[in-house]
C-alpha cells in the first residue's frame, strides 16, 4: 500500500491546498464595480448609491468583510474608515418581514457616508415609530 501512495502525496496536498485557496478567495470577490468603504466618500452620492443599493447584504459582507458595528432600530451594518468617519449600510427588512429573503438576502436601501446625507435628510427615520418612512 505505501508504494502505492508514494510519489501521490505531494501532488494531492498541493491540489487540496489549491482548492482551498479557490475557495477562500471565491468568498472574498466582490460583483463587479462594487467600491470598497473607503471609496464611497469620493465617489459622490449618485455614484455610490447607483454601486450600492439593492444589492443583497451577503455580496456586501463577501466585499468588504464583518462590520465593525450593527444598528440596533434599523436593520444595518456599520464601517469604520480609516479617516475616523463611519459608512452605514441600511437594509430593506420587508422582505425579510414578508418571509421572502434571510439577512442574508435581505437588499441593501440605504447608505449614509460622509457624501451622502443624514437619514433624516432622507425622510427616513432613526426610530420607526416616529413617523418616517421609507422611500
Known amino acids: 500500500m ?3 501512495f508514494r510519489g501521490r502525496t505531494p501532488p494531492a496536498a498541493a491540489l487540496a491546498a489549491l482548492t482551498a485557496a479557490v475557495f477562500l478567495l471565491a468568498g472574498k ?4 464595480g462594487l467600491p470598497g ?3 464611497l466618500p469620493i465617489m459622490g452620492r449618485e455614484a455610490a448609491e447607483a454601486a450600492l443599493l439593492g444589492l443583497p447584504r ?7 468583510g464583518e462590520p465593525d458595528g450593527s444598528l440596533s432600530g434599523f436593520f444595518g451594518d456599520i464601517y469604520q474608515l480609516e479617516s475616523g468617519k463611519c459608512i452605514t449600510v441600511y437594509y430593506d427588512p420587508e422582505p425579510m418581514n414578508r418571509g421572502a429573503a434571510d439577512s442574508c438576502t435581505i437588499p441593501v436601501q440605504y447608505i ?3 457624501v451622502i446625507p443624514p437619514l433624516e435628510e432622507a425622510g427616513l427615520s432613526p426610530f420607526p415609530c416616529s413617523g418616517g418612512s421609507y422611500p
Open 37 to 39: 468603504p473607503e471609496e
Open 29 to 32: 470577490t466582490a460583483p463587479a
Open 112 to 114: 449614509s457616508c460622509p
Open 2 to 4: 505505501g508504494a502505492f
Open 58 to 64: 451577503q455580496e456586501i459582507l463577501n466585499a468588504w
